[in-house]
Every structure is written in C-alpha cells, then in structure tokens.
C-alpha cells in the first residue's frame, strides 16, 4: 500500500471509529477493533483509547478493561476513560484501585472518581478525595465542586459553605454547580434558596436546571 491511499485508509478508519463512539454503536466498533488488531502495527496508544472509550460509553466495561490491557503505553486518559466506565456501572472498588495505579493523576482523574462516590451516595469517599486533591495543591473546576456538593447532601452547613465558595470562586458560571444546589435546596425544603440559584443562573440554565426548578414550584 503506497503513502497516499494508506494516509486516506488511516483517516476512514479514523472517521469511522469516532462515529461509532459517537452513535454508541458497538457492533461498527468491534469491527473496527478486530481490523485494528490485525493491522496497525505496532498498536497506537491513541486508537487504543478510542476503542476503551468506545466500550465505556456502551457499557461494556470488561471489554474497556480488555483494551486498556492490550494499550501499549497507557497514559492517563486511559486510565480516566475506564474508571468513568466503572463508576457509571457502580463498581467503585474497582475504579478506585484503577485511580491509585495512575502515575501522574489530573483534575480528570480526581473529579471522575469524586462524582462517581457523589452518585452513589458513598459521602465520606467523595469529600475524602475532595480534601486530599485540594491538601495537595489541585486546582478545582466546577465539575470538582458539583460533585462535592452531591456528596454533602446529608449536611447543610457545609453545603452552605461550597455554596459560598461558589460564588466567590467564579464557579456558579458552571451549569452542574448551579444544578447541583438546585437539587439540594429543592429536595429538602430550602425553596426560598433554590429559587435564588434558579434566577440568577440566566442564560445557563439547561433542561436539568428547569427540572429542579420544577420540583421547587410544584414539590411532589
């Protein structure tokens, strides 16, 4: 196969792969692993997580696991990629033990596994991470904090302290963050409190911020 129609196959195989990521179509992406396996020579780091993410997006997450093992040099969106796939099928043991294998950790790596404790109702684990990426000089974005304040739901005075934090810290241009208060103010009866996020979120707002909205005005 000459450059040229080789740089046009590498580019369809490109092409094809982020589409079946996209549409969630798993058979499309078991061909293109099969073919992947086969062909390229040595395996690319790259396509290798493209086809763990593939698998993680449709839950098929020992197949994820399966690719991340054949990845020749994983790097840390690997490792991030499976976790997430973990955590979205509650299998937080084994996330967390994925967490502590990576190398050099990111905000990805942190905000992941925080959400994915958050979720689950697994509180001390979440603030515990939380606590440990800020003793060690991370910086945090909003999805940092939102998960944080799923995490303290059973705990108003400290929610009323990220709430502040919020504010102060720029992170209420965040939809999650804003959606997150929502959730917990309209939930447990702070209706004065959720109203107030609601309005001053203006042209953030998005369908789960009208949902929580919803809640507050017309409480089950």
Known sequence: MNKISWSWSLQTFRHLLKTSI??????TGKTLHALYLKIFVPSSTYFSNQFILLYSKCGCVASAH???????NPNVFSF???????????????AHQLFDQIPQRDLVSYNTLISGYADCGETEQALSLFK??????????????????????????LIKQLH??????????????NNSLLTYYSKNGFLDEAERVFHEM????????LERYDCCIWPA
């Open 22 to 27: 996209t549409q969630r179509d798993i058979l």
């Open 66 to 72: 399966h690719a991340f093992n054949q990845t020749p």
């Open 80 to 94: 991030n990629v499976l976790i997430a796939g973990y955590t979205k099928v509650s299998r937080l043991n084994i």
């Open 132 to 157: 440990d990426m800020r003793d060690m000089g991370f910086d945090m974005d909003g999805f940092t904090l939102s998960g944080a304040i799923t995490a303290s739901s059973n705990d108003v005075f």
């Open 164 to 177: 502040c934090f919020a504010v102060y810290g720029g992170f209420v241009n965040y939809a999650s963050v």
């Open 202 to 209: 203006d042209e953030i707002k998005d369908e789960i911020s």
